[in-house]
């Protein structure tokens, strides 16, 4: 439970939740955005970013009014749109694994007919958003393969 006066920080205390009531004061705690977007680069080199990629003649007045959205710190919701302005490069939990984890893969010709659906819908998404002259999202168009997350897996422990 967090006391503000004013914008000051009064008190920061632990409660119980049934009873409401304080059980003990603390001095600090960390408190972590309440999104997972954290920026790599400044907005306005993101702005920039977006400006300079090639889209189509017909998208120019979508992006100009996205980048003033971005500038104006409402970025959240274009993240998936131009994720490769915002980042340089995308990551996966199979990425910060090292060799003191055992990865175990169950039913994994189910793994690879699910995987084989997703990347059909995504390719039927995608064409449906060209023929709406809609802008495709980076977050479709970067979308992993069943073989990368196999290679990926390659070099890790694994129980089937």
Same mark, same amino acid.
């Given at each position: 439970?967090?006391?503000?006066?004013?914008?000051?920080?009064? /008190?920061?205390?632990?409660?119980?939740?049934?009873?409401?009531? /304080?059980?003990?004061?603390?001095?600090?705690?960390?408190?972590?955005?309440?999104?997972?977007?954290?920026?790599?680069? *400044?907005?306005?080199?993101?702005?920039?970013?977006?400006?300079?990629?090639?889209?189509? @003649?017909?998208?120019?007045?979508?992006?100009?009014?996205?980048?003033?959205?971005? =500038?104006?710190?409402?970025?959240?919701?274009?993240?998936?749109?131009?994720?490769?302005?915002?980042?340089?490069?995308?990551?996966?939990?199979?990425?910060?694994?090292?060799?003191?984890?055992?990865?175990?893969? $169950?039913?994994?010709?189910?793994?690879?007919?699910?995987?084989?659906?997703?990347?059909? $819908?995504?390719?039927?998404?995608?064409? @449906?958003?060209?023929?709406?002259?809609?802008?495709? *999202?980076? /977050?479709?168009?970067?979308?992993?393969?069943?073989?990368?997350?196999?290679?990926?897996?390659?070099?890790? =422990?694994?129980?089937?």
């Amino acid at each position: 439970r967090i006391e503000l006066w004013g914008d000051e920080v009064d /008190s920061i205390r632990y409660f119980n939740i049934v009873s409401q009531r /304080s059980t003990s004061q603390i001095e600090q705690i960390e408190i972590y955005p309440a999104h997972e977007y954290i920026l790599e680069r *400044p907005l306005n080199e993101v702005c920039n970013n977006i400006q300079n990629s090639v889209y189509e @003649a017909n998208k120019e007045q979508i992006i100009e009014k996205d980048i003033e959205e971005i =500038k104006n710190g409402n970025y959240l919701s274009k993240v998936e749109r131009y994720f490769n302005s915002f980042y340089n490069s995308q990551e996966t939990i199979i990425d910060f694994l090292n060799n003191k984890y055992i990865v175990f893969i $169950d039913e994994q010709n189910k793994i690879e007919a699910r995987s084989l659906n997703i990347k059909d $819908d995504t390719e039927r998404l995608i064409k @449906a958003l060209i023929e709406k002259e809609k802008i495709v *999202p980076d /977050s479709l168009i970067n979308t992993d393969s069943i073989e990368y997350t196999r290679d990926t897996l390659k070099n890790k =422990k694994l129980i089937y």
